[in-house]
Nanobody, 120 residues
Framework: VQLQASGGGLVQAGGSLRVSCTSS???????IAWYRQAPGKEREFVAI????????YYADFLEGQFAISRDNAKNTMYLQMNSLKPEDTAIYYC???????????????WGQGTLVTVSS
């Protein structure tokens, strides 16, 4: 299963952006997470959504800034990012796992990442 992340770009601080993740394979049976990796930093967990889309969890640092969702009919997952700050600049990766986990090692499949740059 290969994932494709898209929708990144350049946005001014305070702006919004939505990144998407899709696949050629059926993702209905996978929990989907978003991770991000800023320059010179470790990849960090951002958010996870369960198979049906009814359950989700966010990293503590977000404070309601982002929203994760999925449309299983379109086999697409989203991360809506609001009130963006320069420190949100990173490559954003989507990943799929058969289990609910924040651990990177639980994720079998990864997208190639999409770059989000927030200017001050």
């Amino acid at each position: 299963v290969q994932l494709q992340a898209s929708g990144g770009g350049l946005v001014q601080a305070g702006g919004s952006l939505r990144v998407s993740c899709t696949s050629s394979m059926n993702l209905d049976y996978y929990a989907i997470a978003w991770y991000r990796q800023a320059p010179g930093k470790e990849r960090e967990f951002v958010a996870i959504i369960g198979r049906s889309g009814d359950t989700y969890y966010y990293a503590d640092f977000l404070e309601g800034q982002f929203a994760i969702s999925r449309d299983n009919a379109k086999n697409t997952m989203y991360l809506q990012m609001n009130s963006l700050k320069p420190e949100d600049t990173a490559i954003y990766y989507c990943a799929a796992s058969r289990i609910w986990s924040q651990l990177r090692t639980a994720y079998e499949f990864w997208g190639q990442g999409t770059l989000v740059t927030v200017s001050s």
